[in-house]
């Protein structure tokens, strides 16, 4: 019981350091005395925290929805060319029509972001379920050989600067006003857990889903444009954050299992956790500079993942 | 009743089933033997909708496989997978609990949790249902799968060589227990197993495919069934 209490926990404190860190000073007291501190707290410090629980646990629920899709423990959306297809579709907009509202971005992003993701479906399917890390590494160099042709196409329109926005994420530029679509997140990753079950069946592969009436096909392309339209809003307002969708749904899935009607909250929330404290690492190490997230949950969720991969598993729970 | 008519299919390009016109009663075991290669699997997965045949109809009673939706023939036929596909960390009550899909699709009722501790404990798996499957043994993982099908509460039971990986005792209580869910439960079982033995012991009615008349033939086709 003690243990189920951690998550919370964590996220009720973090959430609470977050608003009260930052390079302007800011103390419990002057939100309620000073109007200007009180602006800051509602057009900055707020939108901040919502973007960076969001962006945590709606990536980790991608993750974990990508992870039964392709039956292997080792992808996640970021690096097996979902997120790279997002900033495809980015690139592309901003080439093609500079002036295009976020939504347009958006809306091409998710759609490049699926296509590339049915590619590596495509692929991880036809490998051997037997080599899971053959899948995997095959994903990197997907993901890669489609991030390396973005930074090509950057380079050749003088955009290299520009598309290290997408692809670094980072805070610091959330502002209300300019996050707010990314509650359409939320939902997705809300509407997804409505079909937790049916993920899980398909985790357990095509026979068993068959054999239980699900339809196959289509449970397979709703869970794919799930993940694709998280990762497009994820990399269009906040860029690429490695790593919490591949860590968060395997210590969870350690820990409590594979069900995911059962683990899907807990991985929302271990996402959010995590995120939020990598973010607050990112604003207190150099301070006043900030450090992007990304950068700093590439080196904690290395750690992480070496560890996941040399710790015994649980025998019995 | 399991009617076939006219059934072909294709592996690749090589022919496996030619034309079968085959009837499999209702209520009773029918066991599917003969040696690998000769379309039993073949057969069970086109009946199990997993695969759609070259041409030919298969009926479950009034429902049309591949007509019908795949829901509504969920909770008339369940197939028992073979065990190496499972791979995600469930506990056992959690894996028969899915064989309860069909019917709440999503939103679990008492009368569910009811039915998944009836097939857990028909089963004897009282004492490993909050393992986790990747701790038990092939012939317990095994049991747990086919709770998980017994869970489904179908009318029919399509098994595709459920005794693979079990032992002399295991396959026997395997085998009885097959007989206790027809003549107790009345459910219709399809096995496809390797060993006339126990075809011959546990099922009412065999179909046996040989190298001189296999199951893909027409020739062979109506002398295939007997008692």
New interface residues.
Partial sequence: MSRRLIAPLALVTLSILSLFVGVTEIGTGDVLRDPEARALMLTSRLPRLFAVLITGASLAIAGAIMQ?LV?NRFVEPMTVGTGQGAALGVLIVTIAAPGAPLLVQMTLAAATAFGTSLGFLAIAHRMP?SQPFLVALVGLIYGGIIGAGVTFVAYQADLLQYIDIWTNGEFSGILQGRYETLWLAAAVAGLAY?????F??L??????S??????YGQVMLFGLAAVSLVSAMTVTIVGMIPFVGLVVPNIV??IM???L??TLPQIALSGAVLVLGADILARVLRAPYEMPVGTVLGIMGAALFLWLLYRP?P??? | MIRITDLSHNLGTSRVLHGIDLTIPKGQITALIGPNGAGKSTLLSLIARLDTPLSGRIDVDELQVGACPTDVLARRLAILPQTPEIAPRLSVAELVGFGRYPHHKGRPTPEDRARVSDAIALLSLDGLAHRSLDTLSGGQRQRALLAMTVAQDTDYLLLDEPLNNLDIAASRSLMTLLRRLCEDFGRTVVVVLHDINYASRYADWKILSTPSCPLGSRAGAMQLVWR
């Fill in positions: 039964m039956r379920p409505l079909a937790a079950d049916q899980s069946i985790g357990m592969g095509r026979t068993v068959i054999g239980l009436g699900l339809n899935s350690r299992g594979d069900d009607r059962r598993a025998r019995v729970r």
